[in-house]
């Protein structure tokens, strides 16, 4: 099945600087990839996803980009605010209907 | 609030006993999947039901089982419980498993469970 792996566990910015997670994936048929932001004590929320025919995707601070070759896939968030601080899961899922397999999550702390 | 909902919030009971945690999936989601979220393990999938019929297992426990009813709401049912199994509980629905369907969960807001 499939595995994904996610890094760093933690993650330590100052505000303004950009932040850069890293997931691979095991399963060369997975073909989605969604990001979860968990604030502390509430449910995972969709922040940004790609789909495998994409190989860039930008919404306003925040990036993902895929490589299928190498399997893995990255999230992005420039001028990090104290407000991003959260953790952050990446997510794999092959065909639709199928489940999402998470990474085991990035503490990203942004201090001001 | 996300439309999927989960009940109760908050669960603490004793070693040894049986539990049932309940989620209501957002209107028109005909995918239910539970997760067990511990501090290092992120988030675990448990098992998926699609419109009243299993269709996926992943890390459950031989002591845990779940169900989806016609109604479309499901239930996890934890037996035996041992202090291991205190975690966060999360559902999350998804509008189906078509070609356009099963991408990006809502997901509920999660079922505390504490074994004592």
């Known amino acids: 099945g499939e595995n994904v792996e996610q890094h760093p566990s933690t993650l330590s910015v100052q505000e303004g600087d950009s932040a850069v997670i890293k997931c691979t994936y095991s399963?060369?048929?997975?073909?989605?990839f969604p990001w979860y932001k968990q604030e502390l004590g509430k449910r995972p929320q969709l922040i940004i996803d790609i789909r495998s025919n994409v190989g860039e995707k930008k919404d306003q601070r925040i990036a993902v980009t895929l490589n299928k070759t190498a399997k893995h896939f990255s999230l992005h968030i420039t001028e990090t605010q104290p407000e991003d601080s959260a953790v952050y899961f990446c997510?794999?899922?092959?065909?639709?209907?199928?489940?999402?397999?998470f990474g085991k999550g990035t503490t990203l702390s942004v201090s001001s | 609030d996300s439309g999927v909902t989960q009940t109760p919030k908050h669960l603490i009971t004793a070693t040894g006993q049986r539990v049932t945690l309940r989620c209501s999936p957002r209107s028109g989601d005909l995918s239910v999947y539970w997760y067990q979220q511990s501090l290092d393990q992120g988030l675990q999938f448990l098992i998926q039901y699609y419109n009243g019929e299993e269709r996926a297992k992943g890390n459950i426990l031989e002591r845990f089982s779940a169900q989806q009813f016609p109604d479309l709401h499901s239930e996890l049912n934890l037996s035996s419980l041992e202090l291991g199994d205190s975690a966060l509980y999360f559902c999350?629905?998804?509008?189906?498993?078509?070609?356009?369907?099963?991408?990006?969960?809502?997901f509920g807001s999660g079922t505390r469970l504490t074994v004592v």
């Open positions: 399963d060369s048929a997975s073909n989605y």
């Open positions: 997510a794999a899922k092959g065909q639709a209907g199928t489940a999402l397999i």
């Open positions: 999350a629905s998804s509008p189906g498993q078509g070609i356009s369907g099963g991408y990006g969960y809502t």
